[in-house]
């Protein structure tokens, strides 16, 4: 068993390609023995965005603080702390910071895809 | 794509033997097409409680609001919001509310155990 807290994990900044003033907390991942999912925080800076990316795996969100939007397959949605949402596999998505103020959400991906593959930031 | 608000979702009194004034909400789970992870939101009301128990597939938890306890493997660990908890498979668990308030948190499980069983609440 752990307990970690975000704002006990120093940040990491995410360097993918697409990606602008976001930082990634790993709260429990392949390195903790997670067998099935990984649970990452991200906290992205007013302005900032992850990638426009999509990718053969699907991501578990809960928004904890501030506000931005996400689009996802072209439609945008606003979001506020307390929002759950389902990204599936494939789908292109991208969060942005753009309400003036951070973005922090969990980001919930299986820790491998592919049969076996470990996945990125996991 | 989909994203849904605890306070959207009619909780769902836990009937489990040994639970007492707690109620789920899914979030994110099988009936949605979920590949791998469920995402469940728990509210136990003070003085309640989740049944003592354990299983062969690990708890992700995201506290979210309140305060109470958690007992893993005979140690008791005081939670409060932000806290990330790892809970390994097979380990003796049990939340309690036992802080004079609530306890809201994000209990993630893995969709199948034991090569495809479903796991129940998910």
Known sequence: MHIRRAD???????EMEGAQNVKMRLLLGRADGAPTFAMRHFEVAPGGHT???QHPYEHGIQVLKGSGTVEVD???HVLQPGDCLF?????????RADRGESLQFICIVPTTFDCGKPTPGS
């Open 8 to 14: 006990q994990v120093k940040g990491q900044p995410v």
């Open 51 to 53: 990638p426009r990316h």
């Open 74 to 76: 072209g439609a945008t």
């Open 87 to 95: 990204i599936e596999p494939d789908s292109l998505h991208q969060f």
